[in-house]
T-cell receptor, first 109, second 115 residues
Framework: RKEVEQDPGPFNVPEGATVAFNCTYSNSASQSFFWYRQDCRKEPKLLMSVYSSGNEDGRFTAQLNRASQYISLLIRDSKLSDSATYLCVVRDYGQNFVFGPGTRLSVLP | EPEVTQTPSHQVTQMGQEVILRCVPISNHLYFYWYRQILGQKVEFLVSFYNNEISEKSEIFDDQFSVERPDGSNFTLKIRSTKLEDSAMYFC?????????????FGPGTRLTVT
């Protein structure tokens, strides 16, 4: 069974902190990787794709380690508005996407 | 900014009834998807659709479900003979074909309540 695993949290961090989330996937043939954020009772919103060389978008940095089959997301200088559930998503093959259960982040004032 | 839209936002139906959930994907996107999320659980892939046919489907997407692109803009999910356990949020998503990255953009969802 192909799975994507995440620590459910919650991660409670103060504003300005740096926080990191990890995600592991079971299918070594997985082809594409993404981080989404989901606010309570809302739709997932694309945060960033994750590339083999790692990539950065402002305060967010994503890394992929294919050998160990894990993906990470680093958030620097946390804002209150970063409070959400962060979803790790893996495209296994074709158009088959597997979502992780999400990691909940609360940024506290 | 173009976005995926879904109607209705909330649908209440009785067990055994048929429902049709509607989606309008982003206009230049060619891949369309349906997902469901039972309250408190993870997002689950149901089906993907490309070039007027299903490209992938999950174990959840059995004969009770069907999808259709009846015209150039709408993408629908039909659930026949609804069961209590079909109660969930149903999300539609779309992605471009050309980019190869398959980044998906989600609609706001339809909350289906089966009573």
């Amino acid at each position: 069974r192909k799975e994507v695993e995440q620590d459910p949290g919650p991660f409670n961090v103060p504003e300005g902190a740096t926080v990191a989330f990890n995600c592991t996937y079971s299918n070594s043939a997985s082809q594409s990787f993404f981080w989404y954020r989901q606010d309570c009772r809302k739709e997932p919103k694309l945060l960033m794709s994750v590339y083999s060389s790692g990539n950065e978008d402002g305060r967010f940095t994503a890394q992929l380690n294919r050998a160990s089959q894990y993906i990470s997301l680093l958030i620097r200088d946390s804002k209150l508005s970063d409070s959400a559930t962060y979803l790790c998503v893996v495209r296994d093959y074709g158009q088959n996407f597997v979502f992780g259960p999400g990691t909940r982040l609360s940024v506290l004032p | 900014e173009p976005e995926v839209t879904q109607t209705p936002s909330h649908q209440v139906t009785q067990m055994g009834q048929e429902v049709i959930l509607r989606c309008v994907p982003i206009s230049n996107h060619l891949y369309f998807y349906w997902y469901r999320q039972i309250l408190g659980q993870k997002v689950e892939f149901l089906v993907s659709f490309y070039n007027n046919e299903i490209s992938e489907k999950s174990e959840i997407f059995d004969d009770q479900f069907s999808v259709e692109r009846p015209d150039g803009s709408n993408f629908t999910l039909k659930i026949r003979s609804t069961k209590l356990e079909d109660s969930a949020m149903y999300f539609c998503a779309s992605s471009e074909a050309a980019s190869g990255s398959y980044e998906q953009y989600f609609g706001p969802g339809t909350r289906l309540t089966v009573t």
